[in-house]
């Protein structure tokens, strides 16, 4: 017995959840660009980085949620976890 679900019974079961998120973050779009200076914003580096995480969703492919998260990431710094010398 198969117990894969196809993608439509997929796509069924979390259609309004993803419905509901999207228009959440327009909501949450919203309120900032209707709120007092939101022009600086714009030029706020999270913005930039909300917006190339929406960008990668509009994009047909697999992973989308590990780009999105390599987006979000800092990069990586060697020695980030070594002790701090002491003097």
Do not use: H, K
Request: charged share 30%.
């Amino acid at each position: 017995m198969d117990s894969q679900q196809s993608a439509p019974e997929v796509f069924d079961q979390v259609y309004l959840d993803i419905r509901a998120r999207v228009l959440q973050v327009a909501a949450s779009l919203d309120r900032i660009d209707r709120s007092e200076d939101a022009e600086t914003v714009q030029e706020d580096r999270r913005r930039s980085l909300i917006q190339q995480g929406l960008e990668l969703l509009c994009r047909p492919g697999l992973n989308r949620a590990e780009q999105i998260q390599v987006i979000f990431s800092d990069p990586y710094q060697s020695g980030w976890n070594a002790p701090e010398a002491t003097e």
